[in-house]
């Protein structure tokens, strides 16, 4: 029976999640009024477990469409509030701002942080995390757009809660069944709309950890080739990405003429000076002739880094950038260039707490 007039209640789309539905649900059990899990057609314990953990369960025919499924999930509540999560996501025990929501108009949409955990830094074997504002606390009557990488709709001004989400689905081995999936709703979703910049870009993506660079990087251009008055959230890491990419090909003219470009609008942001730091480390590796006037700018990339420091609240942010891996890229630049003493400055930064030197 649904839980009529509720304050806030969860809602949770799932399909063969038995590894991870009780720890969402569980995570998010103190500080909601209602759980509603909408199976799309589970045949492992996700329903079972799901009921286990006081969640009402209801059902969906997938029919390829996040977005259907999501309202669909909507439609099975009656709440001011609805946070929505996927099965691999929890909250951490620091939501208590979600039932601050009870003295609130319902008049704005509410962003979580959601911190994914990836897998580990190929040089540090250290475990990275990236960073991302997403809109997950809907009021009622918000509803989603999109077959896949879905986006709620609406009007209303995005408040950041304080409210933290962690996510582990994008691990490779977590990741690995879905890939083929994400890609053929994200190809026929461009076949019905084939400007749609987003869907462009999470093109990228796929073909990014499907192991396509090159055709990645000619998505992440696509998409970048059109400038909106307001820039969407993704639009960074599009930029940060397609340069990284344009580096790693060798088409450095390309990536010189993106950088120019770009540099105005992230100045400031950590993110771009440590991607630019290995474009122009790839540059100098590809022509040797050019590291007189290179090199001086990789130094000064990963110098810029650590004095901007960790910015975490920046759609995208990796943890590390601003401390520890630009630190551990000067110990091997200082390395290379003969520079003992400040080798050893930035390979003491450059441990993280709490790890093993």
């Known amino acids: 029976m649904l839980d009529s007039g509720c304050n806030i209640a969860l809602v949770v789309i799932a399909r063969n999640e038995e590894r991870c539905i009780e720890r969402c649900l569980r995570s998010a059990a103190p500080y909601v009024d209602d759980m509603l899990v909408l199976d799309t057609g589970s045949t492992d314990r996700t329903v079972e477990i799901a009921q286990q953990c006081g969640a009402r369960v209801a059902t969906f025919d997938w029919i390829d469409d996040f977005a259907a499924a999501r309202n669909a999930a909507l439609d099975a509540v009656d709440a001011r509030w609805r946070l929505v999560l996927d099965a691999d996501e929890w909250l951490e025990d620091t939501a208590a701002a979600l039932r601050d929501l009870s003295r609130e108009t319902a008049r704005f949409v509410g962003a979580v942080n959601v911190i994914s955990l990836l897998d580990a830094d190929r040089n540090t074997g250290q475990p990275l995390q990236a960073s991302d504002w997403l809109s997950r606390v809907l009021p009622e009557g918000v509803r989603y757009s999109g077959r896949i990488h879905e986006t709620p709709v609406h009007s ?7 409210v933290t989400v962690w996510h582990d689905g994008y691990l490779v081995k977590q990741r690995q069944h879905k890939q083929g999936r994400n890609l053929a709703l994200l190809q026929r979703a461009l076949a019905e709309q084939p400007g749609d910049a987003y869907f462009r870009y999470q093109l990228a993506r796929e073909q990014e950890q499907g192991g396509e ?35 790693r090909a060798q088409r450095f003219e390309e990536g010189i003429e993106l950088i120019q470009s770009e540099l105005p609008h992230y100045a400031g942001a950590v993110d771009f000076w440590f991607v630019l730091g290995g474009f122009f480390f790839e540059l100098v590796s590809a022509r040797p002739a050019l590291a007189t006037e290179f090199m001086p700018r ?7 880094c650590l004095e901007l420091g960790e910015q975490p609240q920046a759609n995208g942010a990796l943890r590390g950038r601003g401390s520890f891996l630009a630190a551990r890229n000067l110990y091997a630049f200082y390395t290379a260039t003969g520079d003992a003493e400040r080798a050893e400055t930035y390979r003491q930064l450059s441990i993280v707490p709490g790890s093993t030197p």
Not at 298 to 304: A, G
Request: glycine share 2%.
């Open 156 to 162: 209303l001004p995005v408040r950041r809660l304080p």
């Open 298 to 304: 990789i130094e000064e990339c990963y110098l810029r």
């Open 213 to 247: 660079p090159d055709a990645a990087v000619a998505s992440y251009l696509e998409a970048l080739r059109e400038r909106p008055r307001i820039a969407p959230p993704w639009r960074d890491a599009a930029v940060f990405n397609a340069i990284d990419f344009l580096g």
